[in-house]
């Protein structure tokens, strides 16, 4: 897709064909290919590649985009050749039976020829031809042709007719690639650049502080606009790749999608959701400050959630690491199992940083994790100097971002360094960076964290500290008080210090309530008792006034049986005798 | 040094190469350009004056042979290959100049102040 894309785009541009190698990385930054039909000159010095290359073209030219080849050897037999890149898994062989590839071998030895008078190279081009002409070939290597300036010494001839073939390759409408050896100050020993001119590539192989590192630059590149850098290249198993292979361009999706830290109350500092998909994550912080602890939680989340997770760890071994995490509740073995979680563990001066960049784009490719882990990234310095460190680092992030893949990236920090910064100066450049540090307190360390900085979320500026426990990380608050930031058992007694000042405090109001309620409980006692006397002394009144009914009526009574007996006359005179009887008593 | 050495030893020895009955010489050309006629012509008169008799001239015309320069390493046209006697050497160009011819078929020694 992307390969199309940037052949319409070239040809869109500037409507120069191109021939693709398919070679990683090399059709990115010549923006699709070679020239097609056009000879392009790749030189370097002894060992740096150039056959390699040139039997890659012609290789993959064949297999990828059925384009017959033919390989004129000018230094190696074709028995050798095939032999040599048989071991880079390119079989010459099968392809040279299926008609698909012409291996020639051109043997000038100067020991057996003696030059006299006129001559020309008609015959070299006879054999291009018939070779061209046996498959049809659309791709041409010679390699090396300058082997012809040992072999012949009429320069004045071999200079015109180099000329010539130059031209004839190009009227043939073959891809040819020309490889020549590096001269001292100039590109190629015998000037083949001066007839070369629409392509050069130059490849490098140093060696820098005992690590080799091979280079390729694009010198020219007519008609096309292309990286000028050196971009680092290797050789593995499976040829040439050329790196960067992708996104030198910023143009990478930013994914909406959170993903858990692996530890919940860190979520929660990170706007509650974790880290954006796709993001990078770095964590820098001073020896033991449980950098690793913090980035196995995230593997476990992730392959928890069922999500590949590959763990470059360059310090310690798989089984170290999955038996230190065992210790805080972490079983990282299962997901081993599984085959969720790949360790790949290896120091990082085993190789140059190319070949690190080489084998994580091989192991991502393979593996396919949507979450990496590099612990530490600081180490890959040691396999390089510390610019290439970052610019290999800068690489593998934005590859990681281009492939929606959420790196963590750890880095220690040493003492003498200041805290806000990471080994490979990568800082600026990730999404997400947490710090981890310690705090002296009252003879003890303890673990702080905090987020310096989160793109795109809202976040915590709180410290947290730290708790490695043996159900996992703990984040708790740190104690914020008149007498500062307190952590660990400082934190502790601090905080029971003023437990028991509150325990204090509820006492207090405890036996407060305690006594008012006594209070009132007296007082309703009294309450109580002043309203039984009241009812008493109203249960007597009420008494007395009904014994003082009685007695009126006894004596209403006795009256009227008096006058009775007196034979009293009117009944109307019984009430006057009633009221007079009260007055006289 | 060594190359000089191994030139002049059909001359000190010059049996070595007489001693086989028949030179076999083969002329690698490309149609009829005038530098292979040329060649030819020369090849024929040195043979002539030098091999009476004891050679035999192979032409081989690559334009219509051309698998058949593989087989002797040919770049150059035109290219003189004596096959026999052994070992094999090349002359390369029209043979325009009899004494190199005669050093490069080893029919003379090559001389100090040469090339």
Known sequence: MAQRANKNRNSANRGLPKAPTGI?????????????????????????????????????????????????????????????????????????????????????????????????????????????????????????????????????????ELRRLFRWLKDKGVTAVITGERGEGILTRHGLEEYVSDCVILLDHRVTDQVSTRRLRI????????GTNEYPFLIDEDGVSVLPITSMALQHEASDERISSGVPR??????????FRGSTVLMSGTAGSG??????????????????????????????????????????????????????????????????????????????PRVVVVDPVGSLIQAGSPNDATAMVTRLMDFLKAQQITALLTSLTSGD?????????????????????????AG????????????GMAHSNQLREFLLTDRGIELTDVYRGPEGVLTGSMRLAQESREQAAALLRQQEGERKRRELERKRQALEARITALRKELQSEEDEANQFAAQEKDREQTLADQRAAMSRSRKADAAGARDRPHKSSRGRQ | MKKSARSSAPAEH?????????????????????????????????????????????????????????????????????????????IVGDLRDTERTLVGLQLRPRRLDDR
Not at chain 2, 26 to 48: D, H, M, Q, W
């Open chain 1, 444 to 455: 003890e360390r303890n673990r702080v964290m905090y987020i310096l900085k989160s793109r």
């Open chain 2, 14 to 90: 010059p049996g070595d190469s007489s001693s086989v009955d028949v030179w076999d010489l083969r002329l690698y050309v490309a149609g009829k350009a005038p530098k292979s006629v040329t060649a030819f012509a020369n090849l024929k008169k040195i043979c002539e004056e030098h091999l009476p008799g004891r050679y035999r001239i192979e032409v081989i015309d690559l334009l219509e042979h051309p698998q058949l320069a593989a087989g002797d390493q040919i770049v150059a046209i035109p290219t003189l290959v004596r096959k026999l006697p052994e070992p094999l050497r090349k």
């Open chain 1, 219 to 226: 010198v020219k590149y007519r008609g096309t606009v292309h």
């Open chain 1, 24 to 160: 990683e990385g090399l059709d990115e930054i010549t923006g699709g290919g070679l020239p097609r039909g056009r000879p392009t000159l790749v030189c370097g010095s002894a060992g740096c590649g150039k056959t390699l290359l040139g039997m890659e073209f012609l290789v993959r030219g064949a297999v990828q985009y059925g384009e017959p080849g033919v390989f004129i050897a000018f230094e190696e037999s074709a028995a050798e050749l095939t032999q040599n890149v048989r071991s880079l898994g390119f079989d010459v062989d099968k392809l040279i039976e299926q008609k698909m590839m012409v291996v020639d071998f051109v043997r000038v030895e100067r020991s057996e020829i003696e030059e006299t008078g006129e001559y020309d190279l008609e015959g070299l081009f006879v054999r291009l031809a018939y070779a061209i002409d046996t498959i049809k070939a659309k791709r041409i290597v010679l390699d090396t042709i300058e082997a012809l300036f040992s072999g012949l010494s009429n320069m004045g001839i071999l200079r015109a």
């Open chain 1, 291 to 368: 950098k690793t602890s913090l980035a196995s939680h995230f593997a476990n989340a992730a392959s928890a959630r069922g999500e590949k997770c590959l763990y470059f760890a360059f310090e310690e071994s798989p089984g170290q690491i999955v038996r230190n995490m065992r210790s805080i509740g972490l079983d990282l073995e299962s997901w081993v199992r599984k085959g969720l979680l790949h360790f790949h563990a290896l120091r990082s001066t085993m190789h140059g940083l190319e070949m690190h960049l080489a084998s994580f784009h091989k192991l991502i490719r393979d593996f396919e």
């Open chain 1, 266 to 275: 860190l979520d929660a500092m990170l706007g509650g959701r974790g880290y």
């Open chain 1, 417 to 441: 360094q200041a805290f806000e910064t990471s080994g490979v100066d990568i800082s600026s450049m990730v999404d997400t960076w947490l710090l981890l540090r310690d705090v002296e307190l």
